[in-house]
């Protein structure tokens, strides 16, 4: 028997089209919360060079480099979804641009490049340096050979760390994070659009999308730094614990009044954010009540009765309203936060769930329900790619990355001049 | 200027002024006869009150396109619509009863024809209407609408999928990426992955049968002639009469598609 | 120049690799169609690759001239209507490679029509129909009594006779394996 795509993880109920499935599944829940987090954290790191926000200078340099390390997965879960991801290229090489998709490979690399030549500005002087340093080796075994080339390489041929040159690009980084920021925000908002465009969906078709899309997005960026930032700080703690002051390393205090310091200000504009992105949700969900339009008797039974659980009570509930609460309560304390920004991880990743999922709960004939189940142990391909196996890797790339990523360019130890 | 150029110029004029008239107008048929490029544009007409709900339209369909046989998809099904006198749905045991108001259902598309009064609601599940309850029943087939707006076509992000001069939307197996935005983007849920080329795949009209004169498929192969399809750009033909002269339908109007698939005695309540 | 254009020069050389190999891998006739740019952007070549399908129904007009008697003794019963091929299957490759088309016989083919629905909205309710499940022995094939070439009651089989069952599969199962091939 043959399978149809969609079919294992559909369960299908009343009145719906025959060819009607879960198409989009866990992939398509995971773009845009991936391409979000990659949004976020950029967003954040501009918030320090562009707006001059000093006390975030720290967790700048890191969400930046970090931002870097989630960008190849913003095109995972596409790749993981395609039927054809060999020929993902396609998007490139004929893109139609009356398509919210066709752009995605334009928008995806320009963005990519921002971010890589602003990461090449903040860490050229650390690339020259390891450059010089290796060369000044006389026996370079094999890796250190291979690192030689790598930093020759990244260095582009230029040396020159003067004042006046290293001047020249921290005024370069002002500026590619200040372009960096619109390019962002069209790229998630554009995520956004992708979803907001498609007429023949009741509960995606919004001009809000896209602009609710960028500020959970934020949220959901913000979010993951400070979880990260905790974690790597808490490590770092526990390190200069053990290696005691001689080791030259900050001491246990330092590291502590820092981290709380970051850790405040950063939640305010998470905060921010958050009431920005909770306010467009709900002022949309009043509309279409209010409204009240052919589509809306479908949209309530599935909004108020089928996904009440997931929308109200893990989305709003549990991600949106108790973390505000936690972040909102006086004395914030680094622990308090990262259950709250943890918390608030997973109302961003329910809101994504609810749109796409809950986008296709309802069949197209407003008649009928698709209730979406999804894979946790494979037994084909497909439920690898689009099952919690897939989604799983989609999450723990991004640390593998950044794992190698900060081998090359360290976001800690090295004291650069931004 | 002589009587030549004179001419000349009020033809110019005349012509630069009908053609943006002619773009705007693509919505009615009746403009169709006039605009340029090819001259067929095919349209199929449907007639709720001659469908049986016999089912061998789906049965040829999926047979001739190479739809297999068994897989739950299929390019064209047929639904069946059973309205009750209290307005009420029938749902048996004690699910929340959403009460959409009709019962529907398009067990298998319908391939195998609706043998049985009883409506398939899903999961296994059925639920039996005696014949006293019904107000109103009949069937409807469904197919792709070939829009003169395809949204599917409007999203591809790729160039995969097209329309045709002569109206029809194909897809290109041999481009489609498979991202599934054509099949989110269909409002009528005419399309799906193909189980076999893991590719968007559609109703073509039978694109290989009207080249060559011959009807589709599901017209050839339907006894009652619920399902025609004819030129609109042929004045003499008795589908382009009927669109013409008679009072067609269309399906969900409201999404500005513009469907080239003409119902006869549609119901308010087909979805 | 200053080092600070470097980065750029790595982003164009990145985008002339992209425009370079786009040159080789795009077909030629890639392009707008007649539907314009929104609906027409496409590779003209795939029309024909439709158009090229095999066609499997043949129609009943290309049963004619061989099965003349069945052809024509059906037309003046109220099954001319039904095409051959719906009960004798697509006579795509019949007679050149395969000699015999199987017949669906199976009680299911006549109920498409002729199990009761009193519909209405629908010429089904007018048809003459059955309760599959009350009318004669559910197990056997209709055309025991009833012969689908001529199907009024007056032509009747006096005495039932079982047909030499299922020869080949039923139709609806041929389809299983050999579509989509």
Redesign the interface.
């Known amino acids: 028997m043959?399978e149809v795509h969609g079919e294992v993880w559909t369960i299908k109920e009343f009145f719906t089209y025959p060819n009607e499935y879960i198409y989009w599944s866990i992939q398509i829940v995971m773009y845009p919360f991936m391409t979000g987090l990659v949004a976020g954290a950029f967003v954040l790191s501009s918030l320090y060079h562009v707006f001059g926000v000093k006390q975030l200078k720290n967790i700048a340099r890191f969400s930046l480099v970090f931002s870097f390390a989630l960008l190849p997965v913003a095109m995972m879960p596409l790749m993981l979804h395609l039927q054809q991801p060999m020929r993902g290229?396609h998007v490139?090489?004929?893109p139609?641009f009356?398509s919210a998709i066709a752009a995605f490979g334009i928008v995806f690399?320009t963005y990519g490049?921002i971010v890589?030549?602003e990461l090449?500005?903040v860490y050229r002087p650390h690339f020259v340096a390891m450059a010089l340093e290796l060369k000044g080796q006389n026996n370079r075994g094999i890796i250190d050979g291979f690192r030689y080339l790598l930093f020759s390489a990244l260095t582009?041929?230029?040396y020159?760390v003067s004042e006046e040159?290293l001047e020249?690009?921290e005024?370069?980084v002002g500026f590619l994070a200040g372009i960096g920021i619109p390019v962002a925000c069209f790229l998630h908002g554009y995520a956004g659009f992708i979803f907001g465009s498609v007429k023949a969906n009741a509960l995606w078709m919004t001009p809000l999308m896209p602009v609710i899309f960028i500020c959970s997005a934020v949220v959901s960026g913000i979010a993951l730094c400070i979880i990260t930032y905790i974690v790597v700080m808490e490590i770092r703690k526990i390190l200069s614990r053990m290696k005691g002051k001689a080791s030259g390393l900050p001491s246990f205090e330092e590291l502590q009044s820092a981290e709380i310091e970051e850790v405040k200000l950063t939640s305010r504009y998470l905060v921010m954010f958050l009431i920005a992105a909770i306010t467009l949700e709900l002022l949309d969900l009043i509309f279409r009540g209010y409204t009240a339009v052919k589509s809306w008797d479908i949209l309530r039974e599935v909004i108020y009765q089928k996904d009440f659980y997931k929308i109200f009570v893990m989305q709003y509930g549990m991600g949106n309203l108790l973390p505000f609460i936690l972040f909102k309560l006086p004395g914030l304390t680094v622990r308090r936060a990262a259950l709250g920004a943890c918390l608030m991880l997973f109302g961003v990743f329910m809101m994504r769930w609810n749109v796409v999922i809950g986008g296709q709960a309802f069949s197209s004939s407003f008649a009928g329900f698709m209730e979406y189940v999804l894979p946790i142990i494979p037994h084909n391909m497909e439920t690898v790619k689009e099952g919690l196996v897939g989604a799983l890797a989609v999450i723990i790339t991004p640390y593998v990355l950044f794992y190698f990523i900060n081998k090359v360019m360290p976001v800690f130890k090295y004291k650069g001049s931004h | 200027m002589d009587r030549r150029d004179f001419l000349k110029q009020t033809i110019t004029i005349i012509a630069g002024a009908a053609i943006p008239a002619s773009a705007l107008e693509f919505v009615n048929p009746r403009t169709l006869f006039a605009a340029k490029?090819?001259d067929v544009k095919w349209v199929f007409l449907a007639d709720?009150?001659?469908?049986?709900?016999?089912?061998?339209c789906v049965?040829?369909c999926?047979?001739?396109?190479?739809?297999?046989?068994?897989?739950d998809v299929s390019r064209t099904w047929v639904e069946r619509y059973?309205i009750c006198k209290d307005g009420k749905m029938r749902v048996e045991g004690k699910m929340s009863n959403p009460g959409f108001g009709i019962n529907a259902d398009s067990p298998k598309a319908g391939r195998?024809?609706?043998?049985?009064?009883r409506i398939d609601i899903g999961e296994g599940k059925h639920v039996e209407i005696r014949?006293e309850d019904?107000?109103?029943?009949?069937?409807v087939p469904k197919l792709c609408n070939q829009c003169d707006?395809?949204p599917c076509?409007?999203v591809c992000p790729v160039?995969?999928?097209?329309?045709?001069?002569d109206g029809v939307v194909?897809v290109?197996?041999?481009?489609c990426i498979g991202c599934g935005y054509c099949i989110m983007g269909c409002p009528y849920g005419v399309r799906f992955f193909?189980?076999?080329y893991k590719v968007a795949e559609k109703c073509?009209f039978c694109?290989?049968?009207i080249?060559?004169g011959?009807?589709t498929?599901c017209v050839?192969?339907c006894?009652?002639g619920a399902r025609q399809i004819g030129n609109l750009k042929d004045p003499n033909d008795p589908v382009t009469k009927t669109v013409m002269t008679g009072r067609v339908g269309i399906l969900k109007s409201e999404y500005g598609t513009k469907p080239q698939v003409y119902y006869l005695?549609l119901?308010r309540e087909v979805r | 120049m200053?080092?600070?254009w470097?980065?750029?020069f790595?982003?164009l050389a990145?985008v002339a690799g992209?425009i370079i190999f786009?040159s080789f891998?795009?077909p030629k006739e890639?392009g707008v169609?007649?539907?314009g740019?929104?609906?027409?952007?496409?590779?003209p070549n795939?029309?024909q690759?439709?158009?090229?399908?095999?066609?499997?129904?043949k129609?009943s007009g290309y049963c004619k001239d061989c099965h003349t008697k069945n052809f024509t003794s059906i037309l003046n019963t109220p099954h001319a209507?039904?095409?051959c091929?719906?009960c004798h299957?697509?006579g795509t490759d019949h007679p050149d490679k395969i000699t015999k088309l199987p017949i669906d016989i199976h009680r299911?083919l006549c109920?498409?029509?002729h199990?009761i629905?009193?519909?209405?909205?629908?010429?089904?309710g007018k048809?003459r129909g059955i309760d599959?499940a009350t009318h004669q022995d559910p197990n056997v094939e209709c055309v025991t009594c009833h012969d689908p070439h001529n199907p009024t009651l007056g032509a009747l089989k006096k005495t039932p006779q079982r047909f030499p069952v299922y020869e080949h599969e039923p139709?609806?199962a041929?389809?299983?394996g050999?579509?989509?091939?």
């Open positions: 043959i290229i490139m090489m004929t139609h009356t690399s490049m890589a030549s090449w500005f582009l041929g230029a020159d040159a020249k690009d005024k370069a | 490029g090819s709720t009150q001659k469908c049986v709900g016999c089912g061998f049965k040829a999926k047979l001739e396109n190479e739809v297999p046989y068994d897989a059973v195998d024809g609706f043998t049985t009064p014949d019904i107000s109103k029943a009949f069937f707006n395809p076509v409007q160039g995969a999928t097209y329309k045709t001069g194909l290109d197996r041999s481009w193909h189980p076999v073509t694109y290989h049968r080249t060559k011959m009807k498929a050839q192969s006894p009652f005695a119901d | 200053s080092h600070v470097r980065p750029l790595v982003a990145l992209i786009r891998y795009v890639f169609g007649e539907a740019y929104m609906y027409g952007w496409h590779n795939n029309e690759f439709w158009k090229d399908i095999k066609v499997k129904y129609g209507i039904i095409p091929e719906n299957g697509p299911l109920l498409r029509c199990a629905l009193k519909y209405p909205n629908s010429d089904r048809i599959p139709a609806e041929q389809g299983k050999g579509a989509g091939k």
